[in-house]
């Protein structure tokens, strides 16, 4: 039971207030007995309430203002909007629209974009279409650039580390700063490895897409307690907690073997926050099916419908975990991913005032940025 210090956005030391400036607060809160925590940030989140990222659209900003707008709900104050793979006119015309920016009453903020594809495996291509699938060619980083356009405002792109000069592409991407997420992919462990030594940091949706474990060659999920990752640096992986995607004793599994790297992420597709139905993901068709996400016609997962919160609670109930253990893994964790967690992800002095009030079943109840009240659950008569 502790006071929260705000003020012109950031978390504040009391002390510095109280003995430099002989200063006291201008407005209290009672929080009536809520947890107080970093707002989530979600790094996979390919849209929501029909808004379809991979999709480009005349509204494109609309629809992004939409779901940053409508995901403060689930207590997300920071978002990577995420593109499957797509036509490279898709990425020109798509990417240039998603800007980074500071979240607020009108929405989450956007940390940038998170391009999952096209340069991904045949055999794990998921809901990925394959027609749009692509191989490092003669020109390797060069191709990367000419199929996307550009890399301003990208935050994270997932690839396979088993193709041919994927090496050097992502020491490429590493140099400038975009995070590389190993994904969608039939590496062994080695392969996997050797991205990691190269720049890697990162595994998209750990368990989905990619070679199952096995004893001998455990493949990518071999990185959680590899003993060849360079000094000081940690695989983070991500993990869809929704009940479907992954079976809760694997998130149990995965959870106790490395709770440090352990990032929630929602995957979320166009058809999060609507009725059961057909809705789009990419250039594919998907149908919604109570919470189950497939590809219309198949029996292929597809994304989920699952929020974050929601996520956050049945890691919890699953792993048996603190509420502090299942919070980081939603906030503290995806800052650390992205180098930001000096700003995000934590309630430190000097970071970002953006956290949410939640209840002991970790429901939020209020959502804050940069110590605005941006959400209430009760504003909405809920």
Not at 77 to 83: A, D, I, K, Q, V
Not at 186 to 191: D, K
Not at 203 to 215: E, G, K, Q, V
Request: charged share 20%; proline share 4%; with cysteine.
């Amino acid at each position: 039971r502790e006071d929260l210090w705000v003020r012109e956005g950031k978390i504040l030391n009391p002390e510095k207030l109280f003995f430099d400036e002989k200063g006291s607060a201008d407005i209290q809160l009672d929080c009536k007995d809520s947890i107080i925590a970093p707002g989530f940030i979600d790094v996979q989140i390919n849209g929501g309430f029909g808004v379809d990222f991979s999709l480009a659209t005349d509204d494109f900003k609309s629809g992004i203002d939409l779901v940053s707008q409508k995901i403060l709900s689930h207590g997300v104050t920071s978002f990577c909007p995420t593109l499957v793979t797509s036509p490279p006119s898709v990425y020109h015309q798509v990417l240039p629209q998603i800007s980074i920016r500071n979240g607020g009453a009108h929405g989450a903020g956007i940390l940038g974009a998170h391009l999952e594809g096209p340069f991904i495996s045949k055999e794990k291509k998921g809901a990925h279409p394959e027609h749009c699938l692509r191989t490092f060619e003669e020109g390797a980083f060069q191709d990367l650039l000419d199929t996307y356009g550009s890399l301003d405002g990208v935050r994270i792109v997932t690839l396979a580390p088993e193709m041919k000069r994927s090496s050097e592409v992502i020491g490429e991407l590493t140099k400038r700063g975009v995070c590389v997420s190993l994904g969608h992919s039939v590496a062994n462990l080695s392969q996997a490895e050797e991205a990691v030594q190269h720049g890697a940091t990162f595994i998209t949706h750990l368990f989905n897409a990619m070679l199952p474990f096995h004893h001998r060659d455990p493949g990518i999920v071999g990185l959680l307690t590899s003993d060849k990752i360079p000094a000081g640096r940690r695989v983070f992986y991500g993990m869809i907690s929704d009940g479907i995607h992954t079976n809760p004793a694997a998130l149990r599994i995965a959870h106790r073997a490395h709770p440090k790297g352990l990032v929630l992420v929602t995957d979320a597709i166009a058809g999060m926050g609507l009725a059961p139905g057909r809705h789009t993901l990419g250039q594919q068709v998907v149908e919604i099916d109570g919470l189950n996400t497939y590809i219309a016609g198949t029996k292929t997962l597809s994304g989920s419908v699952a929020t974050m919160d929601t996520c956050v609670r049945h890691f919890q109930e699953a792993t048996g975990c603190s509420a502090e253990t299942a919070l980081e893994a939603a906030s503290l964790h995806p800052a650390q991913l992205l180098g930001i967690e000096h700003k995000k992800g934590t309630l430190n002095y000097d970071s970002d005032a953006d956290f949410l009030m939640l209840n002991d079943h970790l429901d939020v109840q209020a959502t804050y940025i940069a110590g605005e009240e941006v959400w209430r659950q009760d504003a909405l008569g809920m």
